[in-house]
């Protein structure tokens, strides 16, 4: 079995660390020595971006929209909604980290297809509440993988994003019938009633790690306006 290795780190404002680790050809991004995301496993990623554009497409059959993703990490649920989405579609990608957007576009890119290089897509490295707060223009979708689910881990400050405050906003920034989107590694309860007080309609969606392979079970809530 190869050991892992140290590729690269980056200061997380709050204190602490994010890590890049390798072992053969498998990455990892580590906060705090807790894995946040690797190369292997990313079928409920994948899924975020799959199942937001099935709601949607009823609406808008060639999927010409305007989405907000909220982390970068590998790139995956970037490249599940390019392949999804129409030639007229705006795929803004928040992240928070320099380092992550600049690994992507080096070390990490192959593993998601280079999603980053598709016209459709702009980084924005920025926290991706500061892009709900402002939206240039309604979005028909914000997605949420920030964290291993509805809890900030990355920085304390992204417990706003699941607060009734922060629901609300990403409430006001969807235009009607849009769909919030939240991956989770566990499911709860009490954050689907939290989207039921901001106004959404709720449904959750268990989907495994590994997609059509199998593995652990994931949650991904869907909230429409
Ligand atoms: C679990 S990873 C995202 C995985 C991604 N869905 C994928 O398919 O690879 C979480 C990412 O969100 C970023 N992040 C954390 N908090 C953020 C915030 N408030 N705004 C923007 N990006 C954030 C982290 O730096 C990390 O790159």
Not at 21 to 32: A, F, S, T
Not at 44 to 56: F, M, Q, T
Request: glycine share 12%.
């Amino acid at each position: 079995m190869l050991a892992w290795e140290f590729v690269e780190s980056a200061p997380l404002k709050g204190g602490g660390y994010m890590e890049l680790m390798r072992r053969g050809k498998e990455m990892v991004i580590r906060v705090e020595g807790r894995e946040l995301m690797g190369t292997h496993v990313h079928g409920s990623e994948d899924a975020l971006a799959d199942i937001a554009c099935d709601y949607l497409r009823d609406d808008a059959p060639e999927l010409n929209i305007s989405m907000l993703i909220g982390g970068l990490g590998i790139g995956f649920t970037l490249a599940a909604a390019l392949r999804r989405v129409g030639p007229a579609s705006r795929v803004v990608v928040a992240e928070l980290m320099e380092a992550v957007g600049r690994w992507n576009r080096g070390p990490l890119g192959e593993a998601a297809g280079h999603p980053l290089e598709d016209e459709r897509a702009l980084l924005v490295i920025d926290d991706v509440a500061n892009l709900i707060r402002q939206p240039v223009e309604p979005y028909d979708t914000i997605l949420l993988d920030v964290d291993n689910g509805p809890h900030g881990i990355t920085q304390e400050s992204n417990n706003w994003l699941y607060s009734p405050m922060g629901l609300k906003a990403s409430f006001d920034a969807l235009r009607p019938g849009g769909v919030l989107g939240v991956w989770s590694a566990a499911d709860d309860r009490n954050f689907s009633r939290r989207l039921e007080r901001a106004g959404f309609l709720v449904k959750v969606h268990q989907v495994r790690a590994r997609g059509a392979k199998g593995g652990p079970k994931h949650t991904i809530w869907m909230a429409r306006r």
